[in-house]
């Protein structure tokens, strides 16, 4: 088990993780905090950021491991969802990934925001003596919109769907049957809508059976009247396995993320939707979204 004080920030992507790594390394003290610190971005080099993935992963593990599915954490995450590899493997191959890496830090906290472990909330127990996990979730329409928008997930240039190994029904063997039938005739915001219910709906279910884990809507922190409350009741909740004392000037620190989000453009919001993507989304999101109080 790896015993370090661990803090993770898990979401389906595109609800502020960068934000709330940064958030941790501010206000927490004695703390280490990485955004998603195995992961190579194609489209924002960093020489830096490059040679510290490969330092710490290796070449093969950060690169063309990810890219067949023999390492990273996405790859863990949609084994375990699909139910397609030994839990015990799962969680053995998670703590190889991540036992010298965590430990190589001399800080009392560790703190990992990363989408890609939407599909570890239960295996993280196993693996984390010390830990407390948020999982991140966000209006469906708005999360459609933003990945959209993104321009990577289910375009001609997405690499990981290209080889197969984006979450799909396909990796499935029960209870997509329906969509498997219509996967390669649905539309890249049907396939969109489809990735919001699946990975959402795991990581909920996963964190609802865990005390030290919890579900916080993305709303509620980024866009709520009482904002700051609920954001200092998310680091009460981090810091809990110690009371530690949430320190760093954070008050207004939300100020700046609410505005960004709001430059979002290109494919548009809900209202301006068509009548076929609003009954689509309806049909596959509906019902996760009236189970998290969206209308």
Same mark, same amino acid.
């Given at each position: 088990m790896i015993k370090k004080k661990t803090i993770f920030i898990i979401s389906g992507g595109r609800t502020g993780t960068k934000f709330f790594a940064r958030l941790f390394q501010k206000v927490l003290p *004695?703390?280490?905090?990485?955004? !998603?610190?195995? @992961? /190579?971005?194609?489209?924002? #080099?960093?020489? !830096?950021?490059?040679?510290?993935? +490969?330092?710490?992963?290796? +070449? +093969?593990?950060?690169?063309?491991?990810? /890219?067949?599915?023999?390492?990273?954490?996405?790859?863990?995450? &949609?084994? &375990?969802? @699909?139910? @397609?590899?030994?839990?015990?493997?799962?969680? &053995?191959? /998670?703590?190889?990934?991540? !036992? *010298?890496?965590?430990?190589s830090f001399p800080q009392e906290f560790y703190v990992e925001s990363n989408n890609q472990l939407y599909? /570890?909330? *239960?295996?993280?127990? !196993? %693996? #984390?003596?010390?830990?407390?996990?948020?999982?991140?979730?966000? *209006?469906?329409?708005?999360? %459609?919109?933003?990945?959209?928008n993104h321009k990577i997930w289910f375009s001609r240039t997405d690499i990981m769907n290209l080889f197969g190994k984006r979450l799909n029904p396909h990796m499935f063997s029960h209870g997509q049957q329906k969509f498997q039938k219509t996967w390669n005739r649905m539309s890249r915001f049907e396939k969109i809508c489809w990735s919001w219910v699946q990975i959402n709906r795991f990581q909920i279910e996963m964190a609802r059976k865990d005390k030290n884990a919890t579900v916080v809507r993305f709303e509620d922190i980024f866009k709520a009247k009482d904002r700051y409350k609920n954001l200092e009741k998310l680091l009460e909740f981090a810091t809990s396995m110690d009371n530690r004392p949430i320190l760093g000037s954070w008050r207004g620190i939300l100020e700046k993320r609410i505005n960004v989000s709001k430059k979002e453009g290109g494919f548009p919001g809900y209202k301006h939707w068509s009548d076929e993507q609003k009954r689509q989304f309806h049909d596959i999101c509906g019902s996760l979204m009236q189970e998290l109080g969206y209308k």
């Open positions: *004695d703390c280490v905090s990485c955004h !998603e610190p195995d @992961t /190579l971005y194609l489209r924002s #080099f960093s020489l !830096e950021h490059y040679l510290f993935v +490969f330092r710490h992963f290796g +070449f +093969f593990s950060s690169g063309f491991g990810k /890219l067949f599915g023999k390492r990273g954490m996405r790859s863990l995450s &949609n084994h &375990n969802v @699909t139910g @397609t590899r030994a839990r015990k493997d799962i969680v &053995n191959s /998670l703590r190889r990934q991540r !036992e *010298d890496f965590v430990n599909g /570890l909330v *239960d295996i993280i127990p !196993e %693996v #984390f003596s010390n830990y407390r996990i948020i999982c991140i979730v966000r *209006d469906g329409k708005d999360w %459609v919109r933003s990945r959209m």
